[in-house]
């Protein structure tokens, strides 16, 4: 896959174009209403010559492919204040060969959902609308899926979500794109205007970028819980999403309601690191935990409560009052195995995003890009750690073979996300 799916640029010349082109629809349209004619499956035919000619790279497995070159080439960091898709269309326009990441999360997977009547309103949007048949490239299934019909958007595990790599998964009902790594080219043919208002670019201002889908794993058991990914994850070998978070949930009230703890269970910190075990460490390893201090009565939100709440009361007792407060009489065993749960699942955290990372760079080098765009992914609502993330990130450009540029989109230069990721890059 090195030179069949590169951009053609006399595509904007044909016929076919032609007539993409023309059913556009015009400047002034608003975002949602642009959002409703990308996501009308008769709309999405105008589209489905570029689809035809559209070539998907799955980045998912491609850790294990061997690199191309042994050469390795540190990328030039920038922060560039536009959102991502005015971003790359700038940049795209000055003849770069741009990847844009799209962080899907629990409201934008991979497209538009409907919500009733109306298409959801996502953070994203000023980012992929302008490339509408971002939504609509199914194989000869176009169109986007309807969410619920309580209007809320809300993630049900039990819900279908289409994905440009469906085979990839063991059951055809639990689909989630952004877990494919997914890059593919895609036109920009509109601008955003002030967030509000759809501006339909020249013909010849209009050009083609890839998009890499990526979700990172959700701490957070609101709206913003992903049970999809977090099943497909694989570390703790629960195969039900919505068991992993219902347990997410029930540790953090089981933590709230301890009275030597309280407030201090709703930190984001702790939801972080409550969600690293429950997501990243083997249940089968939970249970050897609650065999041996547990005296075998095994649940997942117990031994993850006893094992935080160790950590939580350390600040608050000195070492002869935990013992007596735990009950332990193996006190010493116990602490040196409740620290090793946490650091676990923090290391399988970021070897696996670490690895997602290195991917994307891959798949975006597969697609002979100069450039990225990228953001603090997964961070806020998700309540991925930036310090974290920044750190992964940077070990993963440390490893470019041919990405010369890479723009954080929505960020200004001083940062310190950005010379975080630069410090983890120079280093490795």
């Given at each position: 896959?090195?030179?069949?799916?590169?951009?053609?640029?006399?595509?904007?010349?044909?016929?076919?174009?032609?007539?993409?082109?023309?059913?556009?629809?015009?400047?002034?349209?608003?975002?949602?209403?642009?959002?409703?004619?990308?996501?009308?499956?008769?709309?999405?035919?105008?589209?489905?010559?570029?689809?035809?000619?559209?070539?998907?790279?799955?980045?998912?497995?491609?850790?294990?492919?061997?690199?191309?070159?042994?050469?390795?080439?540190?990328?030039?960091l920038t922060a560039i204040e536009d959102y991502s898709g005015p971003a790359a269309l700038k940049l795209a326009q000055t003849g770069k060969k741009v990847v844009v990441l799209i962080f899907a999360d629990a409201?934008?997977?991979?497209?538009?959902?409907?919500?009733?009547?109306?298409?959801?309103?996502?953070?994203?949007?000023?980012?992929?609308?302008?490339?509408?048949?971002?939504?609509?490239?199914?194989?000869?299934?176009?169109?986007?899926?309807?969410?619920?019909?309580?209007?809320?958007?809300?993630?049900?595990?039990?819900?279908?979500?289409?994905?440009?790599?469906?085979?990839?998964?063991?059951?055809?009902?639990?689909?989630?794109?952004?877990?494919?790594?997914?890059?593919?080219?895609?036109?920009?043919?509109?601008?955003?205007?002030?967030?509000?208002?759809?501006?339909?670019?020249?013909?010849?201002?209009?050009?083609?970028?890839?998009?890499?889908?990526?979700?990172?794993?959700?701490?957070?058991?609101?709206?913003?819980?992903?049970?999809?990914?977090?099943?497909?994850?694989?570390?703790?070998?629960?195969?039900?999403?919505?068991?992993?978070?219902?347990?997410?949930?029930?540790?953090?009230?089981?933590?709230?309601?301890?009275?030597?703890?309280?407030?201090?269970?709703?930190?984001?910190?702790?939801?972080?690191?409550?969600?690293?075990?429950?997501?990243?460490?083997?249940?089968?390893?939970?249970?050897?935990?609650?065999?041996?201090?547990?005296?075998?009565?095994?649940?997942?939100?117990?031994?993850?409560?006893?094992?935080?709440?160790?950590?939580?009361?350390?600040?608050?007792?000195?070492?002869?009052?935990?013992?007596?407060?735990?009950?332990?009489?193996?006190?010493?065993?116990?602490?040196?195995?409740?620290?090793?749960?946490?650091?676990?699942?923090?290391?399988?955290?970021?070897?696996?995003?670490?690895?997602?990372?290195?991917?994307?760079?891959?798949?975006?080098?597969?697609?002979?890009?100069?450039?990225?765009?990228?953001?603090?992914?997964?961070?806020?609502?998700?309540?991925?750690?930036?310090?974290?993330?920044?750190?992964?990130?940077?070990?993963?450009?440390?490893?470019?073979?041919?990405?010369?540029?890479?723009?954080?989109?929505?960020?200004?230069?001083?940062?310190?996300?950005?010379?975080?990721?630069?410090?983890?890059?120079?280093?490795?």
């Amino acid at each position: 896959m090195n030179s069949e799916h590169l951009i053609e640029k006399s595509y904007i010349e044909t016929p076919d174009f032609d007539s993409i082109y023309k059913n556009l629809p015009e400047t002034g349209t608003t975002t949602r209403a642009f959002a409703a004619f990308t996501a009308d499956q008769e709309s999405q035919k105008i589209f489905y010559p570029h689809f035809n000619r559209i070539s998907l790279i799955n980045c998912r497995r491609l850790s294990k492919e061997k690199s191309f070159t042994k050469e390795k080439y540190l990328p030039i960091l920038t922060a560039i204040e536009d959102y991502s898709g005015p971003a790359a269309l700038k940049l795209a326009q000055t003849g770069k060969k741009v990847v844009v990441l799209i962080f899907a999360d629990a409201t934008n997977v991979g497209g538009i959902y409907i919500t009733n009547s109306n298409p959801a309103w996502t953070q994203e949007e000023q980012t992929i609308l302008m490339a509408p048949e971002i939504y609509g490239y199914l194989g000869e299934n176009f169109g986007v899926k309807r969410i619920n019909n309580d209007n809320d958007s809300i993630y049900k595990a039990n819900q279908k979500r289409y994905s440009l790599n469906i085979d990839d998964y063991e059951n055809p009902n639990f689909i989630n794109p952004s877990y494919g790594y997914i890059l593919t080219n895609l036109l920009i043919t509109h601008n955003v205007s002030h967030c509000k208002s759809m501006v339909k670019l020249p013909k010849d201002k209009i050009v083609e970028v890839s998009y890499a889908f990526f979700s990172m794993p959700s701490f957070n058991t609101g709206i913003n819980k992903d049970p999809i990914g977090a099943s497909l994850i694989g570390y703790s070998e629960e195969k039900d999403g919505e068991l992993i978070y219902s347990n997410i949930s029930n540790i953090i009230s089981t933590l709230y309601e301890d009275k030597n703890i309280g407030q201090r269970a709703l930190s984001e910190s702790v939801s972080r690191t409550v969600g690293k075990i429950t997501i990243f460490y083997p249940v089968n390893k939970l249970k050897e935990f609650a065999n041996q201090y547990l005296k075998g009565e095994f649940s997942v939100v117990k031994t993850i409560s006893i094992i935080l709440k160790a950590k939580l009361l350390q600040d608050k007792y000195k070492e002869k009052k935990l013992k007596k407060e735990l009950k332990f009489k193996n006190f010493l065993d116990f602490e040196k195995d409740r620290i090793r749960v946490i650091v676990d699942s923090h290391l399988n955290y970021v070897d696996w995003v670490y690895e997602k990372f290195s991917n994307l760079i891959k798949g975006a080098e597969m697609a002979e890009a100069d450039t990225l765009v990228l953001g603090k992914i997964g961070c806020g609502a998700f309540l991925n750690d930036e310090n974290e993330i920044a750190e992964i990130m940077g070990r993963a450009l440390a490893n470019c073979k041919r990405i010369k540029y890479v723009y954080f989109a929505g960020m200004v230069e001083t940062d310190p996300f950005i010379e975080n990721v630069r410090k983890a890059m120079t280093k490795n």
